[in-house]
């Protein structure tokens, strides 16, 4: 049995904690907001199994200028903040070709192989049931040219995974999502994708499995530091040797990598969704808005609409206009969507090649990394967790295109 602390208590921390918790170890979560809500909380809660593509693509750059001259678009940038993203921002650039498409599509299609299989074992061990289900997709495309790019993603989904999907005119869209009411071209369903019944209720449930069955400490983490009987985790109250530390901390985690002498680029893309609780309905299924950069999401107990990046140092103040805009832009399609809801905003810790970090230190063993998951953390959280205790137990060989050596 091995004494293991894990930095970071959001989605990726606590299921890799839930993990190691059933295979027999004795686990400690550090999070400093235990009732915090981070991405990991209002998520739009799919498990979004064919989305192997990097954001990073040639497609990708031809729309960018366009999306940045709406500062309400699909992709913004806070201008501001543009020094402290230059790196990360100059990377992505780079990682925008063909070959690199291809090698991501080929690491994620690895993930996505079990990810399903992951969550109903992680959620076995937590006491979860019921709490997966499988709803389908749709996205709406307003052009030619869109349904296109989508139908020839899902092609490419559909050659490494397996997964169906067709394309539908809007008269048969509307036969699977009535409240449709508004223009558009053409929609793609894809039957595969699954939904959680609400991301923070699975959160939720992860966390208070490690209060029951491992220890959580809620304090800040301030350092994590090698020594030759253990690694040690310091917080302003003291610090605690344990056999093997996880760094999980969302963005957070390029701290505590710095200190321990390795470099990584991540950075935030924000996200902004505004949640109805009381409309008196809800769609069937997830209805994503394709040329605008958001989804509407059925959770178990409402409606959430929302998604778009922002690219924003962490602590930047938030911009609500976003999440109003999405609900506008929402009308168009489904007009009886209301005013109010409440508003959100959420940082997806997010490498500039979109493929996580799912590695152990290249010198140390001891350490692991968990982090940079980007908009699938929620499918990948228990992927990376048999993936981790893996790692740390020595029973799962090192994976290259998930190492935290890409960034030495
Ligand atoms: C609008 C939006 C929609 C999304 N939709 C989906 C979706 O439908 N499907 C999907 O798969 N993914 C989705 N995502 C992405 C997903 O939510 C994230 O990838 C995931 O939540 C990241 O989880 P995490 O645990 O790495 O980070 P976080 O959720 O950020 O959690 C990190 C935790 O670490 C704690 N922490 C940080 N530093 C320290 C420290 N030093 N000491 C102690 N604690 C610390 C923080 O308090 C936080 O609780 C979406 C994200 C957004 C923003």
């Keep these: 049995m091995l004494k293991v602390g894990i930095v970071g208590g959001g989605i990726i921390g606590s299921s890799i904690a ?6 027999g170890h004795e686990v400690t979560v550090y999070e400093r907001e235990p009732e915090g809500l981070p991405a990991s909380a209002g998520n739009a809660s799919l498990i979004a199994l064919p989305e192997i593509a990097p954001i990073a693509s040639p497609g990708v750059l031809t729309a960018v200028p366009k999306w940045l001259l709406d500062p309400l678009g699909p992709l913004t940038l806070r201008w501001g903040d543009l020094p402290a993203l230059t790196p990360w921002l100059l990377s992505f650039l780079a990682h925008a070709t063909p070959g690199h498409g291809r090698h991501a599509r080929a690491a994620l299609t690895q993930l996505m192989t079990t990810a399903l299989a992951d969550h109903f074992a992680v959620g076995r061990i937590a006491g979860l049931e019921g709490h997966l289900r499988q709803t389908g997709y749709v996205s709406l495309h307003d052009s030619e040219a869109s349904i296109a790019s989508a139908l020839h993603e899902a092609a490419l989904a559909k050659a490494a995974l397996g997964y169906d999907y067709v394309r539908l005119s809007p008269a048969e869209a509307r036969t699977l999502v009535p409240e ?9 369903h894809q039957p595969i994708y699954w939904m959680a019944a609400n991301p923070l209720a699975i959160l939720r449930a992860h966390q208070a499995f490690a209060v029951e069955r491992g220890r959580r400490i809620a304090s800040e983490v301030q350092q994590v530091t090698q020594h030759g009987d253990g690694i040690h985790i310091a917080t302003a109250s003291g610090s605690e040797r344990y056999d093997r530390v996880v760094v999980a901390a969302g963005v957070w985690s390029r701290v505590l990598v710095r200190q321990l ?9 924000r996200g902004y969704n505004t949640t109805y609780t009381d409309l008196g309905w809800n769609l069937p ?13 059925p959770l178990v107990d409402g409606l959430r609409v929302g998604g778009a990046v922002e690219l924003a140092r962490p602590e930047t103040s938030p911009n609500f206009a ?6 506008e832009k929402m009308r168009r399609y489904v007009p009886s969507l209301p005013e109010g809801g409440t508003e959100w905003m959420g940082r997806r810790p997010s490498t500039p090649d979109s493929l996580p970090v799912i590695s152990l230190h290249p010198r140390d063993n001891r350490i692991a990394f968990a982090f940079g998951h980007g908009h699938l953390g929620l499918t990948l959280s228990a992927v990376t967790a048999r993936m981790v205790a893996g790692l740390i137990l020595g029973r799962e060989e090192r994976a290259e295109a998930f190492s935290i050596s890409r960034f030495q």
Excluded: C, Q, S
């Design 285 to 297: 299924l997830p209805v994503g808005f394709a040329d605008h950069g958001f989804i509407a999401t």
């Design 18 to 23: 839930t993990w190691l918790i059933g295979d």
């Design 180 to 188: 449709l009411e508004g223009a558009f071209h053409a929609a793609l």
């Design 261 to 269: 002498g390795l470099k990584v680029l991540l950075e935030t893309e």
């Design 322 to 327: 976003r999440a109003r805009a999405m609900r």
